[in-house]
Each structure stands twice: as structure tokens, then as C-alpha cells.
């Protein structure tokens, strides 16, 4: 198993301000990803981060909108740049298990209100 | 393209059998079938996954049908607790990214 730690759990945020969200794994795993889930719908993939490279970014997500940064391998970060209210979501880490990649651990995500 | 197809939502009575069909009828030969649940504003939660076989664990069971193109997850006695969206997910086994659909919204009703 994986046990993951989000940071914060929750924030209020005024528009054109950025957030960094922190994601830390209780175990190295090669690579982590980041989802976001907009109020009422299903789970987004918004990028996979490897250590020691660029994280790939899925189509409609770039990186001067959300920079990722992966420097170790139990630890990322989601930044959220420039928010507006359509950025109000709950944006979650997730990794495979240390042992498998069959099953798939989520945080608990944050939930980021933009105002 | 989403890879599967589930229904949007579903009552089952507490006690009784909840049964959720999944459709994915482009899958591949060596593409599993998992399933994940969310419960309120929890992170998704790993269930149980197939190949060809029927699986059972603590939680649920998996049955596949035999040309692969459908499945049923079974969750044998509902619980309110059980109250959440259910995910099917096909994927192969190779870190395969986790892709999730729209899911199905199941109530577990007293």
C-alpha cells in the first residue's frame, strides 16, 4: 500500500494568485500523478510527474498553468497559477503501490475554492 | 474516447445485492478491468480488478463476461456505507495511466 499526505486540504484564494499544493508518499514511487475533480464531475488527469524529468501534461493542461516539480521520489508539487473561479476544484495526488502497479492510492486531495 | 460505458446512477435496497454493468466493448486482449469507488469527498478507493476470470475478495466480486466485452461488479450485501460513485476502468497492467469515466452514482437506500 501507499499512504499519501496532502497539504493543504483546503484554501480559499483570491483570483490571480497562485497555489502550491504539496503531495508527500510514505514510500519511492517512480512515478505520481495529479487529477483535479471540478465540483460534480468525475476525476481529470492533469499530468504524470517522474523524478528527474519534466512532468507530461495531458491535452487542455499546460505547464505555465500548472508547473509541476517531482525533486525526489516520495515528494511533488501542483501549482496552480494565476487562479480564477473556474479553478475552484479538488486537485489530487495519486501513486502506485510500491510493490505493484495494479492498484492506484489517492490522497485525499484539496480542495481549492477561488474567489 | 472513453473506453467504457456505465449507467449514470443506481438504487439498491440496504441488504440486498447491488449489481453495476459496465460496458467496454473496445477492450483490448491484455487490458484489465478494474474498478475504483469515491465516497463523498474522500479520494478514490481501489475495489477489485480482472482479466478474463471472475475475482473475489473482502469487498466485492467481478464478473466478466466471456468475450470481455462486459462486466458486472457485486457488491453481495449493500451497506449505506457503500453509498458512492463506482468507476469501471480498463487499462493494461504496464503503469497505465488511471482514466476515469463518469462513473455510476450508486444510492444505497434503508
Known amino acids: 500500500s501507499a499512504v499519501i499526505s496532502q497539504k493543504p486540504s483546503r484554501d480559499i484564494c483570491q483570483r490571480g494568485t497562485s497555489l502550491t499544493i504539496q503531495c508527500q508518499v510514505d514510500s519511492q514511487v517512480t512515478m505520481m500523478f495529479w487529477y483535479r475533480q471540478q465540483p460534480g464531475q468525475s476525476l481529470t488527469l492533469i499530468a504524470t510527474?517522474?523524478?528527474?524529468?519534466?512532468?507530461?501534461?495531458e491535452s487542455g493542461f499546460v505547464i505555465d498553468k500548472f508547473p509541476i516539480s517531482r525533486p525526489n521520489l516520495t515528494f511533488s508539487t501542483l501549482t496552480v497559477s494565476n487562479m480564477s473561479p473556474e479553478d475552484s476544484s479538488i486537485y489530487l495526488c495519486?501513486?502506485?503501490?510500491?510493490?505493484?502497479?495494479?492498484?492506484?492510492?489517492f490522497g485525499q486531495g484539496t480542495r481549492l475554492t477561488v474567489v | 474516447d472513453a473506453k467504457t460505458t456505465q449507467p449514470p446512477s443506481m438504487d439498491c435496497a440496504e441488504g440486498r445485492a447491488a449489481n453495476l454493468p459496465c460496458n467496454h466493448s473496445t477492450i483490448s486482449g491484455n487490458e484489465y478491468v478494474y474498478w475504483y469507488r469515491q465516497i463523498h469527498s474522500q479520494g478514490p478507493q481501489y475495489i477489485i480488478h480482472?482479466?478474463?476470470n471472475n475475482e473475489t475478495n473482502e469487498m466485492a466480486s467481478l464478473i466478466i463476461t466471456e468475450d470481455r466485452k462486459s462486466s458486472t461488479l457485486i457488491l453481495p450485501h449493500a451497506t449505506l456505507r457503500d453509498t458512492a460513485v463506482y468507476y469501471c476502468?480498463?487499462?493494461?497492467?504496464?503503469?497505465?495511466?488511471?482514466?476515469f469515466g463518469p462513473g455510476t452514482s450508486l444510492s444505497v437506500i434503508p
Open positions: 510527474a517522474n523524478q528527474g524529468s519534466e512532468a507530461t501534461y
Open positions: 476502468i480498463v487499462r493494461a497492467t504496464s503503469y497505465d495511466k488511471v482514466i
Open positions: 495519486s501513486v502506485f503501490g510500491r510493490d505493484s502497479n495494479t492498484e492506484a492510492f
Open positions: 480482472g482479466l478474463k
